[in-house]
C-alpha cells in the first residue's frame, strides 16, 4: 500500500513498530468501536495481533452484517454497546469495561480500517514516562493514503482543532481523530462525565481532559481510506460542528 509521501515500509512507520513493542508493555487494552465493519475488522484485528496488542476489545453497536462473528473468529473479546446508538456510547461502553479490568492503559481506534495499530505504539512512550496523561494522533500531520481525507473534511478538522486548541492556549491539528491513548487515572476521571453519544465524543473527550487538568499530546499518525462506506455524512458534520461550537462555550 502506497501512502501519500511515506508507505508503510517507510522509516516512519518502522521506527513505531521496532522500537515500540506492546510486549513490554503488557498492561493495554485494545478497544475499537464497530458498526456494519465486516470488510475492515478482520483485517485489522490480524494488523493488530501483530503489532503486539493481546488484549482486544470490540465493543459493536448492533451490526446487522458479520461483524461480531469475524472479530470472534479472529481472537477479540466482542461485546454489545450500552447507553444507546453511536460511537459515542461504544466508547462510553468500552471506557467502562476498561475500568473494570486491571490493563493501565487504553487504546482506541476506529473500525473501518482507515487507522493503523502499530502507529500506536509510538504514543506509549509518552504515557510511560509521564509526560502525558492523554495522547492523540494527528491524521492531518502524519502520512495520509492518496484520497483518505477530502478537502473538507481535511479543512473542517483542521478549523475545530484550531479553534478548541487556542480555547486551552495549544495547537492541536487533528482533535476529531480516532487515534487515543489515555492512562487509567484519566479515564477515571473523566469517564464519569462523558455524555456523548455520537460522532462528538473525540471533541468531548479533548475538552473533558484538559478541564480535568490532565497533559494532553499529540503525536502524527498514518491515515488510509475506509473500507466499506462512511457512516459520516453530511448531517452528521453538521452535527458535529454543533457541538465544536458547544464545546467552545463549555
Not at 27 to 37: A, D, H, S, Y
Not at 198 to 214: N, R
Amino acid at each position: 500500500m502506497t501512502l501519500m509521501a511515506i508507505d508503510t515500509k517507510s522509516k516512519f512507520s518502522d521506527s513505531i513498530t521496532q522500537k515500540h513493542d506492546t510486549a513490554s508493555y503488557p498492561k493495554i487494552l485494545l478497544m475499537i468501536p464497530t458498526l456494519n465493519e465486516e470488510d475492515a475488522i478482520e483485517g485489522l484485528l490480524v494488523e493488530a495481533r501483530a503489532a503486539g496488542f493481546g488484549d482486544i476489545l470490540v465493543v459493536d453497536g448492533f451490526s446487522s452484517d458479520r461483524t461480531r462473528e469475524i472479530a470472534e473468529r479472529a481472537g477479540a473479546s466482542v461485546i454489545l454497546q450500552g447507553f444507546g446508538k453511536g460511537k459515542g456510547c461504544g466508547v462510553r461502553t468500552g471506557m467502562r469495561e476498561f475500568l473494570r479490568g486491571s490493563a493501565e492503559f487504553l487504546c482506541i481506534i476506529d473500525g473501518d480500517g482507515t487507522n493503523i495499530p502499530s502507529h500506536l505504539l509510538g504514543m506509549v512512550p509518552l504515557v510511560k514516562s509521564g509526560e502525558a496523561d492523554v495522547v492523540l494522533g494527528s491524521r492531518t500531520r502524519g502520512p495520509r493514503e492518496m484520497d483518505a481525507m477530502d478537502m473538507l473534511s481535511l479543512a473542517s478538522n483542521l478549523v475545530v482543532s484550531f479553534l478548541l486548541g487556542m480555547k486551552f492556549r495549544r495547537l492541536f491539528s487533528d482533535v476529531q481523530t480516532g487515534y487515543w491513548l489515555l492512562k487509567r487515572r484519566t479515564v477515571e476521571r473523566i469517564y464519569p462525565t462523558i455524555r456523548s453519544t455520537g460522532f462528538e465524543i473525540e471533541l468531548e473527550l479533548f475538552v473533558k481532559a484538559f478541564k480535568a487538568g490532565l497533559i494532553v499530546r499529540e503525536v502524527p499518525v498514518g491515515f488510509r481510506r475506509r473500507k466499506g462506506s462512511t457512516k459520516f455524512s453530511f448531517m452528521l458534520r453538521i452535527r458535529n460542528l454543533y457541538y465544536a461550537l458547544r464545546f467552545l462555550a463549555y
